[in-house]
C-alpha cells in the first residue's frame, strides 16, 4: 500500500507522549511521507522540531491559519512571510477562510487568505486551503488571484455537490479526503461520484476527524487506511489502485518527485 497523508498536525501536544510510536505505525499501514501545515506563529517551533526530527519523511508547510486572523493579524503575517525566507517548505498551508467559528474578521481573513495566495505563486508553491462554511470565498479569492496561476488542494473537503461542482473548474485544484468520508452521517460518498480518483489525494488533519472505526479518537497518519478503503468502496477500486492513484496526485501536486 502506499498512501501520503497531505494533511497532519502531529506535532501539536497531543502526540508529545508517542510521537515516535505513531511515526512507526504510519510507516507500517503503508504512509510514505507526512506533510505538516503550519498554523500560527505559535506553533512554528513544534512544526520545525518534528520536520528535523523526521527528516524528509514528515514535511513542513508554512502558513497562517484563517481562525488565527484576529485585531493582531498583520504582525502574524509579517512573521509567517520571514519564515518563507528562511528554508523551503512544500506549500503555503494551512490558509484560507473559517466562517465556522467567529465571522468577525471575515474581511481580514480574505485579505490575509489572498496575500498568502499570491505568496504561493511568488514561491511557486501549492496551497492548502481551509474553507470551513465558505467554500464559495475561497473560490471566489482564488480567482481573484488567479487560478490558472496557482495549484493546491481544498483540504477536508466535506462540500455539496453545488460546492464541488465550483471547485472542478479549477483544474489545479484537488480534493482533500479525510475521515469525514467514513461518517455515517456525511453525504460526501454520494458527492464525490461527481468527480473521480485523479482530483483527489488524502489526508487526516490529525489530531482531528478520526475515521469510523476510531470517530471521536485521537487520530492519526496509519489512519489513512480507513480513508483508502472507503474511497475503494465508493469508487469500485482496489484499496492498492486508490493508493497508487491518490500518492501519485500528491506527489505531483507537491512536488515530491525527489523527496
Known amino acids: 500500500m502506499k498512501i501520503i497523508d497531505t494533511h497532519s ?26 506533510l505538516l501545515p503550519n498554523v500560527d506563529v505559535s506553533s512554528l517551533s513544534q512544526l520545525h522540531d518534528t520536520a528535523g526530527r523526521y527528516k524528509d519523511y514528515c514535511i513542513p ?17 509579517d512573521t509567517i512571510k520571514k519564515q518563507l525566507e528562511l528554508r523551503p517548505y512544500i ?88 475521515g469525514v468520508v467514513t461518517f455515517k452521517n456525511s453525504t460526501l460518498s454520494a458527492v464525490l461520484k461527481q468527480t473521480d480518483l485523479s482530483r483527489i489525494v488524502v489526508e487526516t488533519d490529525a489530531p482531528y476527524l478520526a475515521p469510523v472505526p476510531y470517530r471521536g479518537k485521537r487520530n492519526e497518519p496509519s489512519y489513512t487506511l480507513f480513508v483508502v478503503e472507503k474511497l475503494a468502496e465508493i469508487y469500485g477500486a482496489t484499496a492498492e489502485e486508490v493508493g497508487e492513484i491518490t500518492t501519485s496526485n500528491a506527489r505531483r501536486l507537491f512536488n515530491l518527485q525527489g523527496l
Request: aromatic share 10%.
Open 9 to 34: 498536525h502531529i506535532y501539536s501536544k497531543e502526540f508529545d507522549n508517542d510521537i515516535d510510536d505513531v511515526i512507526v505505525r504510519a510507516k507500517a499501514a503503508g504512509v510514505e511521507k507526512i
Open 61 to 77: 508547510m508554512m502558513g497562517l491559519h484563517p481562525t488565527s486572523v484576529d485585531g493582531n493579524w498583520q504582525t502574524r503575517l
Open 91 to 178: 506549500a503555503v498551508g494551512e490558509v484560507g477562510i473559517d466562517l465556522y467559528w467567529d465571522k468577525t474578521f471575515a474581511q481580514e481573513q480574505k485579505y490575509v487568505f489572498e496575500e498568502q495566495l499570491r505568496w504561493s505563486i511568488q514561491y511557486d508553491l501549492p496551497v492548502a486551503i481551509h474553507s470551513r462554511d465558505a467554500i464559495a470565498e475561497c473560490v471566489e479569492c482564488v480567482k481573484n488571484v488567479g487560478p490558472e496561476k496557482l495549484r493546491g488542494v481544498f483540504h477536508s473537503f466535506g462540500g455539496s455537490t453545488e460546492e464541488l461542482q465550483s471547485i472542478l473548474p479549477l483544474e489545479n485544484f484537488l480534493f482533500g479526503i479525510s
